[in-house]
């Protein structure tokens, strides 16, 4: 499959409903590392009072898509709403290697982010 047609797959495909029914939106990916062989953690921003509804990786030989789907409550939310980095976790078929990983909604590539150490 090509990269248009997994942005394309992206653009038209809706992501699944949100189990309890509240509205979606998508989440830009700041980062990723690979907490172990096959398992990415996915570095998010969300507000306090969102959930994550999908986090989904569709594999090629050169790249890694993923995409994260949040749910909120459209009664609590506020003109202020309170940010917090958050990581989420998406399992591979394949350990990463040498491939991209690429935000799905935005089509940029997803920098590594090494854990700080000590």
Same mark, same amino acid.
Do not use: N, W
């Given at each position: 499959?090509?990269?248009?047609?997994?942005? =394309?797959?992206?653009?038209?495909?809706?992501?699944?409903?949100?189990?309890?029914?509240?509205?979606?939106?998508?989440?830009?990916?700041?980062?990723?590392?690979?907490?172990?062989?096959?398992?990415?953690?996915?570095?998010?921003?969300?507000?306090?009072?969102?959930?994550?509804? =999908?986090?989904?990786?569709?594999?090629?030989d050169e790249h890694v898509y993923v995409r994260v789907i949040l749910c909120y409550?459209?009664?609590?939310?506020?003109?202020?709403?309170?940010?917090?980095?958050?990581?989420?976790?998406?399992?591979?078929?394949?350990?990463?290697? =040498?491939?991209?990983?690429? =935000?799905?909604?935005?089509?940029?590539?997803?920098?590594?982010?090494?854990?700080?150490?000590?």
């Amino acid at each position: 499959m090509s990269d248009a047609a997994i942005k =394309d797959h992206h653009g038209r495909c809706p992501p699944p409903r949100c189990p309890i029914g509240l509205p979606q939106r998508p989440c830009k990916c700041l980062g990723y590392h690979e907490r172990e062989s096959a398992r990415l953690q996915l570095r998010i921003v969300m507000g306090r009072d969102e959930g994550i509804c =999908d986090a989904i990786a569709e594999e090629t030989d050169e790249h890694v898509y993923v995409r994260v789907i949040l749910c909120y409550d459209e009664r609590e939310q506020s003109s202020k709403i309170d940010y917090v980095d958050c990581p989420t976790h998406v399992y591979l078929e394949q350990p990463l290697g =040498d491939r991209v990983v690429v =935000d799905a909604f935005t089509g940029l590539e997803v920098p590594l982010l090494a854990p700080e150490l000590g």
